[in-house]
């Protein structure tokens, strides 16, 4: 079969301006949470990515109704028909392990495998597993398959994360909106997709409230009903675009974004030397200042730098002038695009967490490959830099995260194809 590559021929400023698209982590929780939801939900602004028809699928195959129709999609729901996720679909992405919480809130029951997705290192399940038998699931595992049931009821409680995990608190919150009686969840993921969440789901009808704060509140409700709702813009697809103006010392324009979500990640471009300036939806830099080194970047849960944002962010450094630092703290295993990065002339040298990057002058292109999601679009922020023609393949990494991904290149004005490979 023909693999597809991207090809960037590089070597030039950026300049342009990209609308950004809906939050691909926000519009997939968004989707499972509509599991909840009697009658029909409908979310607009969701991009169009393999991971939306997945959890499309899923939902059809749990006997919803999901239909795909441009950035919307409609869920109908009469009653679920099963409360098995086949083992294909688990694989296929980690974000299948989000309807944990809505099967458990509204079949009481859930059977599903280990989830799938980027490999960045172990990603366990046993914190989502852990909150729900707090909430009276009892959880068996079977020839590989995991069985949670909750019996007759899923109780509230009082639930203390060992870590402020956004898949887990975002399962709490939807298992919750139809538990019986109140859950406290401390220590809570901040994630703007949280408040996204909470901001559906209390749409529909739940009472959740200090959603993106440490502790959120959940008043478990009997029933909810379906909504008109607007997935969040994507504050990882507009950090990537604004990377690729800042690696090739261009002027670009991201629209549509919600700035301070970004302001982590905006502060570290700026002690870079790019000139950042806001205007409403908008976010321009200009990056036709020297690159600097950042002595020090860390990887936080929100409002900290953000573990996705790590991988772009260090295509940029490889061409700022002197020595950055980056310690990934999120993930064991994240940093799979650096090999790649050095077959484009940059020197970069990982040691256990931490990266040291020591700026070059330039980058070349090359043939190399996405390792994964965010991995794959640091490399493309690097071939829009570096001199000559690079071939990225591995583009179904990229296609889970970033919809059309040439196309927004080309908007900021980067000559960027999709090829077939024969
Ligand atoms: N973890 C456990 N046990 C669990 C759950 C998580 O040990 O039961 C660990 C993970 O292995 C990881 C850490 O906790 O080391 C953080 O994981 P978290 O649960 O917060 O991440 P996630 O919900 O699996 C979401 C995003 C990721 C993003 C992380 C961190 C979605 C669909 N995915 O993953 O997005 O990196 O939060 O912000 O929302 C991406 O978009 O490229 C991506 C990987």
């Given at each position: 079969m023909?693999e597809?590559?991207?090809?960037?021929?590089g070597?030039r400023?950026?300049r342009?301006e990209?609308?950004?698209?809906?939050?691909k982590?926000s519009?997939l929780?968004l989707?499972?949470a509509a599991?909840?939801?009697d009658?029909?939900?409908?979310?607009?602004?969701?991009?169009?990515?393999?991971?939306?028809?997945a959890?499309?699928?899923i939902?059809?195959?749990l006997?919803?109704?999901s239909?795909?129709?441009?950035?919307?999609v409609t869920?109908?729901?009469?009653?679920?028909?099963?409360?098995?996720?086949?083992?294909?679909?688990?694989?296929?992405?980690?974000?299948?392990?989000?309807?944990?919480g809505?099967?458990?809130g509204?079949?009481?029951?859930?059977?599903?495998?280990?989830p799938?997705g980027?490999e960045?290192?172990?990603?366990?399940i046993?914190?989502h597993?852990?909150a729900?038998r707090?909430?009276g699931a009892?959880?068996t595992?079977?020839?590989?398959?995991?069985?949670c049931?909750?019996g007759k009821?899923?109780?509230?409680?009082r639930?203390?994360l060992?870590f402020?995990?956004?898949?887990?608190?975002?399962?709490?919150?939807?298992a919750?909106a139809?538990?019986e009686?109140?859950t406290?969840?401390t220590?809570?993921?901040?994630e703007?997709?949280?408040?996204d969440?909470?901001a559906f789901?209390?749409?529909?009808g739940?009472?959740?409230?200090?959603?993106?704060?440490?502790t959120?509140?959940i008043h478990?409700k009997?029933?909810?009903?379906g909504?008109?709702?607007?997935v969040?813009?994507?504050r990882?697809?507009?950090?990537?675009w604004l990377?690729a103006?800042?690696?090739?010392?261009?002027?670009?324009s991201?629209?549509?974004a919600s700035?301070?979500d970004?302001?982590?990640?905006l502060?570290?471009?700026?002690a870079?030397?790019?000139?950042i300036?806001?205007c409403g939806?908008?976010?321009?830099l200009?990056g036709?200042?020297a690159?600097r080194?950042?002595?020090h970047i860390?990887t936080?849960?929100?409002?900290?730098?953000?573990t996705?944002a790590q991988?772009p962010?260090t295509?940029?450094?490889?061409?700022?002038?002197?020595t950055?630092?980056i310690?990934?703290?999120i993930?064991e295993?994240?940093y799979?695009h650096v090999?790649?990065l050095?077959?484009?002339?940059?020197?970069?040298r990982?040691?256990?967490s931490?990266?040291v990057?020591?700026g070059?002058?330039?980058?070349?292109?090359?043939a190399v490959t996405?390792?994964?999601?965010r991995g794959g679009?640091a490399l493309?922020?690097?071939?829009?830099?570096?001199?000559?023609e690079s071939?990225?393949s591995g583009?179904r990494?990229?296609?889970?995260?970033?919809?059309?991904f040439?196309?927004?290149?080309?908007s900021?004005g980067?000559?960027?194809v999709?090829?077939g490979?024969?």
């Amino acid at each position: 079969m023909a693999e597809e590559y991207l090809s960037i021929t590089g070597g030039r400023p950026l300049r342009g301006e990209v609308t950004v698209q809906g939050a691909k982590n926000s519009a997939l929780p968004l989707m499972a949470a509509a599991l909840l939801c009697d009658g029909e939900t409908v979310l607009t602004n969701v991009p169009r990515l393999t991971d939306v028809y997945a959890a499309s699928r899923i939902l059809n195959q749990l006997g919803c109704r999901s239909h795909i129709e441009d950035h919307t999609v409609t869920v109908t729901q009469k009653g679920l028909t099963g409360c098995e996720i086949p083992d294909a679909d688990m694989r296929q992405m980690r974000s299948s392990v989000m309807f944990l919480g809505p099967l458990l809130g509204r079949a009481k029951r859930c059977i599903m495998t280990m989830p799938g997705g980027c490999e960045l290192g172990p990603r366990p399940i046993d914190m989502h597993l852990d909150a729900m038998r707090q909430m009276g699931a009892v959880i068996t595992e079977e020839q590989g398959k995991i069985i949670c049931d909750a019996g007759k009821r899923l109780c509230g409680t009082r639930i203390p994360l060992p870590f402020p995990s956004v898949g887990v608190t975002e399962n709490v919150l939807m298992a919750a909106a139809l538990a019986e009686g109140d859950t406290v969840l401390t220590n809570a993921a901040r994630e703007p997709e949280i408040a996204d969440l909470a901001a559906f789901l209390n749409a529909c009808g739940a009472e959740i409230s200090g959603a993106g704060e440490g502790t959120v509140y959940i008043h478990g409700k009997p029933g909810l009903h379906g909504t008109e709702y607007c997935v969040m813009p994507d504050r990882i697809a507009a950090f990537t675009w604004l990377c690729a103006g800042a690696a090739t010392g261009g002027t670009v324009s991201v629209r549509g974004a919600s700035p301070p979500d970004l302001e982590s990640s905006l502060t570290v471009l700026r002690a870079a030397g790019c000139r950042i300036g806001i205007c409403g939806d908008r976010i321009f830099l200009d990056g036709s200042g020297a690159l600097r080194r950042v002595r020090h970047i860390r990887t936080m849960p929100y409002p900290g730098f953000p573990t996705d944002a790590q991988a772009p962010v260090t295509a940029v450094l490889a061409l700022a002038r002197g020595t950055s630092m980056i310690e990934e703290t999120i993930f064991e295993s994240r940093y799979k695009h650096v090999g790649e990065l050095l077959r484009m002339g940059a020197d970069i040298r990982v040691s256990g967490s931490a990266a040291v990057i020591t700026g070059v002058p330039a980058l070349h292109g090359a043939a190399v490959t996405a390792p994964d999601l965010r991995g794959g679009a640091a490399l493309a922020v690097a071939a829009a830099a570096a001199e000559g023609e690079s071939r990225i393949s591995g583009l179904r990494h990229i296609d889970r995260g970033y919809e059309n991904f040439a196309a927004s290149f080309h908007s900021l004005g980067c000559e960027a194809v999709r090829c077939g490979l024969h």
